[in-house]
């Protein structure tokens, strides 16, 4: 059910809402996605896919172009019929329903919004198709148009409207039927990089106001890190890791995730020493011994993939004291200064490149570590992720 | 245009100038003077001479005389109610034509339009072909598959699909069948460019807001193609309303369409000033919707398309 206050959606509003996961966790999922399959022409674009979403979840897909993220969306739209699996929606088999059947609505990436109508018309299209009383039609979207701060342009058509405010209309559009699921593509894709950064809080407050499930499709991750209560990264078509945005950036599950979201230093290794938890690695690109902890089972002799964040290496020119740290040495190669942090990139004897990026805490003109430097880099034994090849 | 544009743009903006003075010539020469001269005759009397009318402007030794005009042409064009039966007889040929033209186009350009670029290009080239054939033997080409004793007639006897040959040439019907073959690429050509333009996302946007597909079709798909109707309408009627060839050709006595009557009254009455007032009547007539056209396209740019 919408409820919208007087104060709704507006700017500078403090954002309200859990740091991760959803409101009401329990209960069944909103849409339950049993292993689809959609082929084109014999090729897999979604492959054997199953994922649950909660209700009033914003729930983030995310993945390069191709991955079969859209597609996976156009058939929960309705627009592409799954080759094989399930699609229920509220626990109902929507698989083969038409797309004006379903409680489902879509934000287009163009918007898709109808230039021959005014922007009340464009907002009053779903209603008037679902044979809602004129009164009724236009209490309701004063209502809407209000929540996206667009009553003074309701006159107007599409052409005349920023793109900001395009896609202000096209969400007012999606939402005015009260959908169960309100699916978004690429809803920020359009936008320039400052809109796109106000817009994504003001999307996230809007979906908490409103309660309704929200699931967006994006290829870019810092999208989906900051909207998403949870994310499911796609590659080739399968799913290869679902998660809060924290797990999937900490904890990625396999070499795909970890390469995609975000900077990664990926190092090939051979186990050597199995203690417990705790891993030693032979890692020949490196010529180096390194530490690891992993609650997954290694026995001395497999091969593993060592993985850590360029934040979360230290870098200093003396060597640190730090026990249950991983310390390399090398020189600094090349160097970016971006103002907040700095990026380096350090050549070790092997001839391995490492990133390390690091905060500017002391307001300084000149940096500690320049170009050339020897310098030590050491991060935490805790910190280094343990991926199976 | 931007202020940058425009002096950068000056030189290409004078050869421009230049380039588009030439057609705009030729026009004046080839339609705007051949007009006026009818206009002039439209004002004149008949009289048997060479040229059979009377001058406009009278000169004598003296000079200038004065001017001689006569709205008698287009009175009696008023008064005999043979021409206004002609001029609503031929509208409305040319109504039903564009209307059968739209209905037998506007799913053909739909469907050439909804093809793979590949599969447009042959299709659009099929419909574009017959052009490549003279206009003329095109429409007698006609009379030998419409004749009583030709190929549909043949083939149907033959089949024993009828025992008697059908009336298919000299009538109404075969005027139809010929303007409607003309002029079909003419509704197709601007209804395919509309419509192949069309965002596919408007389509599934409407579906995804409630509407069945005959309600996509009604909201989005048709008013979004109306500069194409339009255009494809205009295209075909302005031409089918004054069509000579096709009425002369394949139809019968009965057949009234302005542009045979313009032809007898030139060539077998040999009353120049009336039919030219037939043909300023007819170009007023077609003025009227072309006018309109372009206000109605004005006001769609005005409205940011």
């Known amino acids: ?80 019929q799954p080759t094989s699996g399930r699609i229920l929606i509220d626990g109902v088999d929507m698989t083969h329903v ?36 004129a009164a009724e039609i236009k209490a309701r979207v004063a209502e809407m148009l209000a929540l996206v701060r667009l009553e003074a342009l309701a006159d107007r058509r599409p052409a005349r409207l920023s793109g900001g405010e395009q896609q202000r209309v096209a969400l007012a559009r999606a939402l005015i039927k009260r959908p169960k699921l309100l699916l978004l593509d690429e809803p920020l894709a359009a936008l320039d990089k400052k ?106 002799g497999g091969a593993a993939c060592l993985a850590v964040r360029p934040e979360k290496i230290m870098i200093s020119r003396s060597r640190p004291e730090a026990p249950n740290h991983n310390v390399l040495k090398g020189v600094v190669w090349d160097l970016g200064y971006f103002g907040d942090q700095s990026l380096y990139r350090v050549r070790l004897p092997s001839g391995a490149v490492m990133q390390v990026s690091a905060q500017n805490l002391r307001r300084s003109a000149s940096l500690t570590v320049e170009w050339d430097d020897e310098v030590y880099l050491s991060w935490d034994v805790a910190s280094t992720i343990v991926l199976r090849e | 245009m931007t202020a940058e544009e425009a002096t950068s743009g000056t030189n290409t903006g004078r050869w421009l100038h230049r380039a588009v003075l030439l057609p705009y010539l030729w026009l004046l020469l080839f339609f705007l003077a051949p007009f006026l001269i009818i206009l002039k005759i439209s004002f004149a009397e008949p009289i048997v001479a060479q040229p059979p009318f009377t001058p406009l402007l009278e000169w004598s030794e003296q000079g200038f005389e004065g001017v001689t005009a006569t709205f008698e042409n287009y009175t009696f064009l008023f008064q005999d109610g043979y021409y206004g039966i002609i001029y609503l007889a031929s509208l409305k040929m040319a109504a039903i034509g564009t ?78 069948l010929g303007i409607v073959y003309s002029y079909l690429p003419f509704m197709i050509l601007p209804l395919y460019a509309t419509l192949e333009r069309l965002d596919l996302d408007l389509l599934d946007a409407a579906a995804d807001l409630g509407a069945k597909r005959w309600q996509v079709f009604l909201d989005v798909t048709l008013p979004l193609s109306m500069p194409g109707i339009i255009g494809g309408c205009l295209l075909v009627f302005i031409p089918a309303v004054g069509e000579f060839v096709i009425p002369a050709l394949l139809g019968g006595a009965d057949t009234l369409m302005i542009g045979r009557v313009l032809w007898d009254e030139f060539f077998i009455s040999r009353d120049w000033p009336v039919a030219s007032a037939v043909s300023i009547v007819l170009v007023l007539l077609l003025v009227a919707p072309i006018i309109w056209f372009q206000h109605i396209q004005s006001r769609e740019q005005e409205a940011g398309r």
């Open chain 1, 1 to 80: 059910m919408m409820r919208v206050g007087n104060n709704g959606w507006v700017q500078g509003e403090p954002l309200v809402r859990p740091s991760n996961g959803t409101r009401e966790r329990p209960g069944p999922p909103l849409v339950r996605i049993e292993e689809v399959t959609k082929r084109f022409n014999g090729v897999a674009a979604v492959d054997r896919v199953s994922l649950d979403i909660q209700r009033g979840e914003l729930f983030a897909i995310l993945g390069s172009s191709g991955c079969g993220k859209t597609t996976l969306l156009r058939m929960m739209a309705g627009f592409e």
């Open chain 1, 98 to 133: 038409p797309p004006y059947e379903r409680p489902v609505n879509l934000m287009f990436q163009s918007y898709a919004l109808f230039p021959h109508m005014t922007v009340t018309q464009n907002v009053a299209y779903g209603l008037k198709k679902e044979r809602v009383a």
């Open chain 1, 195 to 300: 809109l796109r950064e106000h817009t994504q809080f003001e999307l996230a407050n809007l979906q908490y106001q409103l309660g309704t499930t929200f699931v967006v499709v994006t290829h870019d991750q810092d999208e989906a890190m900051t909207l998403a209560c949870r994310i499911a990264v796609m590659e080739q078509g399968r799913i290869a890791q679902v998660g809060t945005p924290g797990e999937v950036y900490e904890y990625p599950t396999n070499r795909f995730v970890a390469d995609f979201v975000g900077n990664i230093n990926l190092i090939e290794g051979r186990v050597t020493h199995v203690e417990g938890a705790r891993l030693k690695l032979h890692c020949e690109s490196i010529g180096a011994e390194l530490t690891a902890l992993s609650e997954e089972s290694f026995a001395p």
């Open chain 2, 99 to 176: 209307l059968l033209c739209l209905l037998l186009g506007y799913p053909m350009a739909y469907y050439i339009a909804r093809q793979s670029p590949r599969r447009r290009e042959i299709l659009l080239l099929a419909v574009i072909l017959p052009f490549w054939i003279s206009f003329l033997l095109r429409v007698y080409a006609w009379i030998g598959l419409l004749n009583t004793r030709g190929v549909i007639n043949d083939a149907l006897l033959w089949l024993g699909v009828i025992d008697q040959p059908l009336e298919l040439l000299y009538n109404d019907f075969a005027v139809y």
